[in-house]
């Protein structure tokens, strides 16, 4: 296994705490000198907060742990490409290197829609690695979007069939 796979599946464990939680599974870790020292996970819903990404969370963790905003010697292993938010918070705190599991076409600002880690015009461009662990990844990501049209689907059924009792 090599030091990505190994960082990436702690990421992965991350994304399983959202999953429990019924939230979109993204996990994120931030190493420096080869330890995990924050670790992050999606919670909007249940913070109620459009700002609580992983990336968001670890960053806030990360600079806290070592005391400083900028975070120049850190590795951030993110399960799902980061958005344009996550992706602007990685560029401020100065990560240089970004490894991602699984691309997202629908929002991706490292490479998908945009690429914000690596533009020119920035004062900070990160490494971006792609695909690690990328099956894993994104199987989890499918299989809870599945679950949840799959609960959407059965709730509209059982609204359907109260209401023709109701009639």
């Not at 670790?39 to 990360?62: C, F, K, M, Q, V």
């Not at 990328?134 to 989890?140: F, K, T, V």
Request: proline share 2%; hydrophobic share 40%; net charge positive.
């Amino acid at each position: 296994m090599t030091t990505e796979e190994k960082y990436m599946k702690e990421a992965i464990r991350q994304a399983q705490k959202a999953l429990a939680l019924e939230e979109v599974p993204i996990g994120c870790v931030i190493v420096w000198q080869d330890q995990i020292i924050a670790r992050g996970y999606n919670r909007r819903n249940t913070d109620r907060s459009t700002l609580s990404h992983a990336e968001l969370i670890a960053i806030r963790r990360a600079s806290k742990k070592l005391g400083d905003w900028r975070l120049e010697e850190c590795t951030l292993y993110v399960t799902l490409e980061p958005c344009q938010m996550c992706a602007g918070a990685i560029v401020q705190a100065r990560i240089p290197k970004v490894v991602m599991g699984c691309m997202n076409g629908k929002a991706g600002c490292a490479g998908s829609i945009l690429n914000l880690l690596q533009m020119d015009q920035f004062n900070h461009q990160a490494e971006v690695v792609r695909g690690v662990l990328e099956e894993e990844c994104s199987a989890m990501l499918s299989d809870f979007f599945r679950e949840m049209r799959r609960k959407k689907k059965q709730r509209e059924r059982l609204t359907g069939q109260e209401e023709g009792k109701a009639e």
